[in-house]
Every structure is written in structure tokens, then in C-alpha cells.
């Protein structure tokens, strides 16, 4: 899937280019950020490699850039689900640009474009609840908390992560931009 970039007042969502990987890997090399990621703390070699393929056609996620700073701060999930017309979010923000509402805008932007370029019928996005961050984000969305799956994703060495799982649907999103204008 291919996607112009994404311009809101403050921030760029863009595809990566080959050369940001250094500054991926200032965020995914810390295990404090990979914390609820699926991938794990990552060496050179995977980011390199996690940024190579997002510069394929079979992209998943998009750099996140400050406009004021060109600086990649992060990286935007985005990508179809399993249902016709269905798209997962996510986001994960280098933690010297946390609390400034960065997740929150791009996200927005991108439910924007999902549901008024794209024409989606729904947007999913996943979180573990220790993630308050991150669930705070999509609440603020207007996205619904629908489910809290108990010990459903095995992480290895006998762990296992529960999950809790938000939507919103297109009429749901329609609702909440009438109600703002």
C-alpha cells in the first residue's frame, strides 16, 4: 500500500527512506520503548533491516517526523487487518518527545485519511494494560475499548501478555468530527 505524506500542523507522516535507521534505532535499541512492542529490543542489523522492509510494498508502519526539527521521532503503525476495509494504528514516539500530544496528532491524522480518503469501515489499534499511555491515546481518539483478551499473546520464556483491544467505525468518526465543528 502505497501513501502520500501526511502533513498536520506539527508533524510528517512519511515512508522511511534506507538512511533512517540510526534514528530508529535511537528509540528501538532502548527496552524501555520495546517494552510492548512486538519486536524486541532491537541490534543495528534489525532496525536496519525493520527499515528496509517498510520500503517495500509491503509496508506496515511510517516515520514520524517533527517539522520544526526535520527529525524522525518515532514511527506510525499502519496497516490492513483482517477484514475487508479494516486497518490497524499504532504508534511508539522516542521518549524525548513524550507528553506533548505527538501520538495523539498523528494518529488522528491518520484516522482522517483511513476513513475519508480510504474510505475504512473500521480502525483497530491493540495495547497491553500496563500501556496507560498508550490507551489513554486511543481513548482520546474516540476509539472504544471492545475487549480485554487475559494472557493471549505468548512472549517466550512462559510469559505471556494480556491485551486490550480498541476500535472505531467509520460512523462512529463521521459522529465525532460533526460534533467538533
Known amino acids: 500500500m502505497f501513501m502520500n505524506p501526511i502533513e498536520t500542523k506539527r508533524l510528517q507522516i512519511r515512508r522511511f527512506t534506507t538512511d533512517d535507521w ?4 535511537t528509540y528501538t535499541s532502548m527496552p524501555d520503548m520495546m517494552e510492548y512492542m512486538e519486536e524486541e529490543v532491537m541490534i543495528e ?33 499502519y496497516h490492513p487487518w483482517y477484514a475487508p476495509r479494516t ?20 494518529a488522528y491524522a491518520l484516522l482522517r485519511h483511513g ?16 500501556n496507560v499511555a498508550s490507551y489513554r491515546v486511543m481513548e482520546k481518539l474516540g476509539m472504544r475499548r471492545e475487549g480485554h483478551f487475559q494472557k493471549c499473546i505468548y512472549r517466550g520464556n512462559n510469559a505471556w501478555w494480556s491485551e486490550y483491544f480498541y476500535a472505531i467505525l467509520a460512523e462512529e468518526w463521521r459522529e465525532k468530527v460533526r460534533l467538533c465543528n
Request: hydrophobic content about 35%.
Open 22 to 25: 540510526r534514528a530508529v534505532h
Open 45 to 77: 542489523a534489525d532496525t536496519q533491516e525493520f527499515v528496509q522492509k517498510q520500503t517495500t510494498d509491503e509496508v506496515t508502519a511510517y516515520a514520524l517526523i517533527l517539522k520544526t526539527e526535520e527529525q524522525l521521532i518515532g514511527h506510525m503503525i
Open 87 to 106: 486497518f490497524e494504528i499504532g504508534w511508539i514516539v522516542h521518549p524525548g518527545y513524550h507528553r506533548q500530544g505527538y501520538s495523539t496528532e498523528a
Open 115 to 130: 476513513f475519508e480518503e480510504q474510505k475504512l469501515h473500521r480502525i483497530i489499534a491493540t495495547c497491553q494494560p500496563e
